[in-house]
């Protein structure tokens, strides 16, 4: 007898969870996303929580029901998560130690947490073209659900935040899109990443001496590009985030970035930030870091971390 699935966290109480929406018709059963949305919200932009739970736990929801009478208000700025997972593991669901972020629908915000498809599914780039059909299909349904469009943040952890720095320098680049909404933009309005690979190549030079391996054949980022990834230069090339920053018009074609590293952690090393770091601030970009002092592969106990995301995304996602 298989054993059960855990139950996921359920999202607090006055938020509308509308579960497995697909964003690709027909497609994977991957290719769908969560939407959490507030009710009876003061305002639609309040400012955000200051830590990554939620206050309360709330009654669980059912699928597209709400735990409490009324609709949502109009024009919420929208969160999308992308889990991480090291590309081959991980759900839109979390988990009790990382839940979706769901506790900002709360405070006004609108809040999506997408799959994609894993390593095991499809190699690079299907994960960044997953990504971005989900961004264009919210934009797509924005006055359907009560979604700004003009107002869409991406936050991911690891695998999560590869993807949504890769969201953030790739919305001028065409050869992602891919699937249906081809009119409508994929690009985000800012970039959340927490410790998020770069460039695959130089993490294993990068480790600390407990660290994880990643030039081996069966490693995450081997998996992800579909070979060794120092057999493969061209392929890591084209996962990598700085391949794609633009050397001008930078204020277009690329949105502010809050990046967050531990520097110990040893499964995506420290240093992978740094070159992010680096590459945006040479050309202009607008990019805060923020290293967690001692801090490993996410857990963070910081109350600055939570604090900071809080404030960027409150800054960035105002109203204009």
Same mark, same amino acid.
């Given at each position: 007898?298989?054993?059960? +699935? ?13 579960? !497995? ?95 994609? +498809? ?52 790739? &919305? ?26 770069? !460039? ?6 990068? +480790? ?6 990643? !030039? ?21 090339? +084209? ?22 590293? &531990? !520097? ?6 420290? &240093? ?22 001692? &801090? ?25």
């Amino acid at each position: 007898m298989s054993a059960q +699935r855990p139950t996921p966290p359920q999202p607090p109480a006055g938020v509308i969870a509308h579960r !497995d929406l697909a964003y690709v018709a027909n497609g994977h059963e991957r290719q769908m996303l969560d939407l959490y949305l507030p009710i009876n919200s003061a305002e639609s932009g309040a400012a955000a929580p200051e830590n990554n739970q939620s206050a309360e736990s709330g009654a669980a929801l059912a699928n597209n029901q709400s735990a409490e009478s009324g609709t949502a208000l109009a024009n919420h700025p929208l969160v999308i998560w992308v889990h991480g997972g090291a590309f081959r593991v991980g759900s839109k669901e979390g988990n009790e130690d990382n839940p979706p972020p769901f506790h900002y629908a709360t405070q006004g915000y609108a809040v999506a947490a997408i799959n994609y +498809r894993l390593s095991q599914h499809a190699i690079w780039p299907a994960q960044i073209e997953d990504c971005k059909a989900a961004v264009r299909w919210l934009r797509v349904h924005a006055a359907e659900y009560s979604l700004d469009p003009e107002r869409f943040a991406a936050w991911g952890p690891s695998a999560g935040g590869h993807l949504v720095a890769m969201l953030g320098v790739t &919305g001028h680049v065409a050869k992602f899109e891919v699937g249906a909404h081809l009119d409508v933009s994929s690009r985000v309005q800012c970039v959340v990443d927490y410790f998020g690979p770069t !460039d695959f190549l130089q993490m294993d030079a990068q +480790r600390p001496p407990d660290g994880m391996i990643h !030039d081996a054949p069966d490693s995450p980022e081997s998996e992800l590009v579909g070979g060794n990834i120092q057999e493969h230069p061209d392929k890591v090339a +084209r996962a990598n985030p700085i391949t794609y920053i633009p050397q001008d018009d930078i204020t277009a074609n690329v949105p502010p970035f809050l990046i967050v590293h &531990g !520097d110990q952690d040893p499964l995506v090393p420290y &240093g992978q930030s740094l070159l992010l770091v680096e590459a945006l601030e040479k050309v202009g970009a607008d990019v805060t870091f923020y290293t967690v002092q001692g &801090g490993g592969h996410g857990g963070f106990t910081d109350p600055a971390v939570p604090k900071l995301t809080a404030e960027f995304l409150a800054k960035q996602l105002a109203p204009a």
